[in-house]
C-alpha cells in the first residue's frame, strides 16, 4: 500500500499544476481592478503605482509564477520558520500574494480565519457523520417501521430545505423570539475559563445545528440506501443460514460492505470543511473561509479568490486519495499493487 500510496501523490503533482492553471488563468481573464473601488478623485499616476505595487500589470507566466510560489515555497518555509523558531536567510525578500482589498498576504488572512471555520464547520460535519452513519444503519435494517418512516421524513425536510432558510427561521425562533441564542457570531470572543466556554457554545449552537440537519439528512439517506442494498445480497443469506447470530451478520457484514460507498462521500466533504459554509457564515456572521471568499467575489479580489479556490482543488485531490485508501482497509478484495 505504500507504493500505490506514493504512486497516487506523485501522480497528483501534475494534476494540481493544471488544476492551477486552469483556475488561475480563468479568473485572470475576469476584468477586475485592484483599484477599482478606490473613490474617482485618485489621480491615474497614484492608480498606476498602486497596480504595480500589487504586480497586477506584471505579464501572465510572472504573476502566475508569484502566485505558485507562496504555496511551494513561500508559505512552507514561513511554516517552518513558526514552529521551530529558526528564521532562515532571505525570508524579507519571499514573495506573498497580496490580497487587493486588506493589502495583506493573503495566507495570513486565511489562517486567521480558519479556526473560525473548523469550529463550526467542522464540528457540524463531525456531528453529522456521528448521527448519520447509525440513524441511516438501523433506518435500513428496520425498513419500513415507525423509526424509519419518521427518519426519512425529518432526513427529507433536512436535505430539502435550503440552509438560508432554516438559518432564518432559527434565528427568529431562538434569537429574536425566545432570546436564547445570540444571532451574530462573535469572532473575536477567546474560550479562557468555563464561562467564556459557555458563551462559545451558545453563539456555536445556531450555526452548528443548521449544518448538521443539512449533513445528517444528507449522508443518512446515502448509508442507508447503501445498507439496504447490502442486507439483500447473497452473502447477507448465507452468513445468515449458517447460524451467525442477527448483530454479526449486520455489523461485520452487512455494515462493512455499505461503508465502502459511503466513506467517499464523507472523505470527499471533508474539504468542504475547510471551504467554510458560505451561506451559513453569511446569516450568522461567521468570519470563516466562506464569508472570506464571498468578500472577495464581490469585491474583484482576485488574488484571494485563486487561492482559496485553489487550495479547496488541492483538498480535493488529496482526499481523493484517502477514500482509495480507506477502501483497501474495509474491503480485503481492493489489493494495492
Known amino acids: ?21 486552469i483556475i488561475f488563468a480563468i479568473l485572470e481573464l475576469s476584468p477586475s481592478d485592484p483599484t477599482g473601488n478606490l473613490p474617482l478623485t485618485i489621480p ?53 500574494v497580496i490580497s487587493w ?4 498576504p493573503v495566507m495570513d488572512i486565511i489562517a486567521e480565519r480558519l479556526p473560525q471555520t473548523l469550529w463550526v464547520v467542522g464540528s457540524s460535519y463531525l456531528l453529522g457523520v456521528l448521527i448519520a452513519v447509525p440513524v441511516g444503519i438501523l433506518s435500513a435494517y428496520k425498513q419500513y417501521s415507525i423509526f424509519d418512516q419518521v427518519g426519512t421524513f425529518l432526513m427529507m425536510i ?22 436564547w441564542f445570540p444571532s451574530v457570531y462573535d469572532t473575536t470572543h477567546v474560550v479562557t475559563d468555563v464561562a467564556s466556554l459557555q458563551k462559545q457554545l451558545n453563539q456555536m449552537f445556531m450555526p452548528v445545528t443548521v449544518l448538521t440537519l443539512y449533513f445528517t439528512a444528507q449522508l443518512s439517506r446515502y448509508t442507508r ?24 451478520v449486520v455489523t461485520r457484514h452487512a455494515v462493512r460492505n455499505s461503508l465502502i460507498p459511503v466513506v467517499t462521500l464523507i472523505a470527499l466533504g471533508i474539504p468542504g470543511i475547510f471551504a467554510g459554509a458560505i451561506i ?3 446569516i450568522f456572521r461567521v468570519n470563516g473561509i466562506g464569508q472570506y471568499l464571498i468578500i472577495a467575489i464581490q469585491g474583484g479580489d482576485l488574488p484571494t479568490v485563486q487561492t482559496v479556490t485553489f487550495i479547496f482543488a488541492v483538498l480535493v485531490v488529496l482526499f481523493n486519495i484517502v477514500a482509495d485508501v480507506l477502501y483497501g482497509i474495509l474491503d480485503p478484495r481492493v489489493t494495492y499493487t
Open 225 to 248: 440506501a447503501s445498507t439496504l442494498d447490502n442486507l439483500g445480497q447473497d452473502y447477507i443469506r448465507t452468513a445468515r443460514s449458517k447460524g451467525l447470530t442477527e448483530r454479526v
Open 44 to 96: 491615474p499616476e497614484v492608480r498606476a503605482k498602486i497596480r504595480e505595487a500589487l504586480g497586477a500589470d506584471d505579464p501572465f507566466v510572472v504573476k502566475y509564477v508569484k502566485w505558485l510560489n507562496q504555496f511551494f515555497i513561500a508559505e512552507p518555509l514561513n511554516f517552518f520558520e513558526t514552529v521551530t523558531g529558526i528564521e532562515l536567510p532571505g525570508s524579507e525578500d519571499r514573495t506573498r
Open 101 to 104: 482589498a486588506t493589502r495583506g
Open 158 to 179: 433536512g436535505f430539502s430545505v435550503p440552509t438560508f432558510f432554516t438559518g432564518l427561521m432559527f434565528i427568529i425562533i431562538f434569537s429574536v423570539n425566545l432570546k
Open 1 to 21: 500500500m505504500g507504493k500505490y500510496i506514493i504512486r497516487r501523490l506523485l501522480t497528483a503533482i501534475p494534476t494540481i499544476l493544471v488544476i492551477s492553471f
Open 280 to 282: 451559513t457564515e453569511q
